[in-house]
């Protein structure tokens, strides 16, 4: 039986994938069980956090949300089986039941943006009814979702679109968007924007899809050239609001953490694998997983997915992913 692993090169800079034969399943421990898997999304690695965490082997599994008879769920960090396999053996508190009306595919496909969704507007900047938010990179699978839950609670949403195709996507989802800014062209301005449809208070949530460091001109990724620097977001947020951020490298000078202290703001770091880390969240975890398949049975969710591929599609197609390459969710299909 063969799996999906990745191998980092000793520069920690080229990673490789490989298919390998895994060695029979352990004999099912009190707890845990074997699962055969339908689907499996895929999802880039952050070799970065596994180095934090000390958790660097010689091959590490690939592919951790998946779908199977009887289960479904995200396998943990530390996991040793790759989802990316017919058969992997899982701690059943990593584990929600799979309504009927969704099929394999939209549960991997949707299960880990669900949760990051949740983590950002739930946890992290307490959504509720009417307030505004941001989301940036709003046709991303992420930002999609985050999009369809901010609409469900009764939110005001505005959404940044990086190309004329998101722009047309992100025109057509219903109920509609308050304002689709375009940042392509490099014309919109997104404080500008967001101030002049809040009528110069701020918005309430802004969850970025990464910042800008420095100005246009020093940034050597013209990738990055597209993004909000740090201080438009300061500036378009709103008295008592919250930033939730993605970029892991984000600094603050004196005069940024003053303009949030007097704006009575907060800025938290959307990091989904915290969930993992502590076993004092299991059951908030679990709630989590359960609601984000309760939204996709009902409609509420309706994620950005691409379509579906064989096991032996799945090297190629990681590696597109590890390289952020990709727009819709890709999930391997059994």
């Not at 195709?165 to 967001?194: F, W």
């Not at 892991?248 to 303009?259: A, F, H, I, R, T």
């Amino acid at each position: 039986m063969k799996g999906l692993y990745f191998q980092q090169s000793s520069t920690n800079e080229e990673i490789t994938f490989v298919f390998q034969e895994r060695e029979n399943l352990p004999a099912t421990e009190d707890n845990y069980v074997k699962l055969q898997v339908k689907a499996c999304a895929l999802s880039q690695i952050n070799t970065k956090l596994l180095a934090e965490m000390k958790m660097e082997k010689d091959f590490f599994p690939v592919g951790r949300e998946i779908a199977g008879i009887v289960l479904d769920g995200i396998l943990p960090l530390d996991s040793e089986d790759p989802g990316l396999c017919e058969v992997v053996r899982v701690h059943e508190h990593y584990l929600v039941h799979k309504p009927e009306k969704v099929t394999w595919t939209e549960a991997a496909g949707t299960i880990r943006d669900g949760v990051r969704a949740y983590t950002a507007l739930h946890y992290l900047s307490h959504l509720s009814p009417g307030k505004s938010v941001l989301i940036m990179d709003g046709a991303s699978a992420l930002g999609t979702i985050a999009i369809q839950l901010a609409h469900h609670r009764g939110a005001k949403v505005i959404a940044t679109a990086c190309s004329l195709e998101d722009k047309q996507y992100l025109e057509r989802l219903r109920p509609s968007i308050a304002r689709v800014i375009d940042l392509s062209n490099g014309k919109a301005h997104v404080a500008e924007s967001c101030l002049e449809e809040t009528g110069g208070l701020g918005v309430d949530i802004v969850l970025d899809a990464g910042v800008r460091l420095y100005n246009k001109g020093d940034e050597p990724d013209v990738k990055l050239q597209l993004l909000p620097h740090k201080h438009d977001i300061i500036t378009l947020l709103g008295v008592g609001g919250h930033w939730v951020t993605t970029e892991e490298k984000l600094q603050l000078d004196p005069p940024d953490s003053y303009c949030l202290f007097l704006k009575g703001a907060t800025v938290a770091f959307l990091n989904d694998e915290v969930w993992n880390l502590s076993n004092v969240q299991q059951g908030k975890y679990l709630c989590i997983l359960k609601d984000v398949m309760e939204k996709l049975s009902t409609g509420v969710f309706r994620p950005q997915l691409d379509e579906p591929i064989p096991l032996y599609e799945a090297k190629v197609s990681m590696e597109v992913v590890q390289k952020n390459q990709g727009r819709k969710k890709q999930v391997v299909q059994f």
